[in-house]
């Protein structure tokens, strides 16, 4: 599994619906990072090793669909079948990931003329 199957997985997590997802326990925001660090799978700068577990937090059946029967299950089935990556959609009543790290907001100001010196 590459950095961009991950992506795609969460992605299509997003789009139906998750309200939370964690990567091997690694809450992700608006702002995570899945990325290739040389032979390692980074998210947000922490390394992860397989075996990958993705967890979400969201619509049930919405989220069973999409990892099943929508475009992102067959992206799992692909992975399986041309690579011998095997997947599992596990449905849960109760779940609970951590939460994510603090995030740091940033505002941009316009600077005047006059602010700037001139």
Same mark, same amino acid.
């Given at each position: 599994?590459? +950095?961009q199957?991950l992506q795609i997985l969460?992605n299509?997590?997003? +789009?139906? $619906? +998750?309200?939370? !997802?964690?990567?091997?326990? #690694?809450r992700?925001?608006?702002?995570?990072? !899945?990325?290739?660090? $040389? @032979? @390692?799978?980074?998210?947000?700068?922490?390394?992860? @090793?397989?075996?990958?577990?993705?967890? @979400?937090?969201g619509?049930?059946?919405?989220l =069973? #669909?999409e990892l099943?029967?929508?475009s992102?299950? #067959?992206?799992?089935?692909?992975?399986?079948n041309?690579?011998? !990556?095997l997947? =599992?959609?596990?449905v =849960?009543?109760e779940?609970?990931?951590? +939460?994510?790290?603090?995030l740091t907001?940033?505002v941009? #100001?316009?600077?005047? =003329?006059?602010?700037?010196?001139?």
């Amino acid at each position: 599994m590459i +950095a961009q199957d991950l992506q795609i997985l969460t992605n299509g997590m997003w +789009a139906a $619906g +998750a309200e939370g !997802i964690v990567i091997n326990d #690694q809450r992700l925001t608006s702002t995570s990072s !899945i990325r290739f660090a $040389g @032979a @390692a799978i980074v998210v947000d700068f922490k390394g992860i @090793a397989p075996p990958y577990e993705v967890r @979400a937090i969201g619509n049930e059946e919405l989220l =069973e #669909q999409e990892l099943t029967i929508g475009s992102t299950g #067959q992206y799992l089935i692909d992975l399986g079948n041309e690579h011998g !990556i095997l997947s =599992e959609v596990v449905v =849960e009543d109760e779940m609970t990931i951590p +939460a994510a790290e603090r995030l740091t907001t940033r505002v941009a #100001q316009v600077i005047t =003329e006059n602010e700037e010196g001139e």
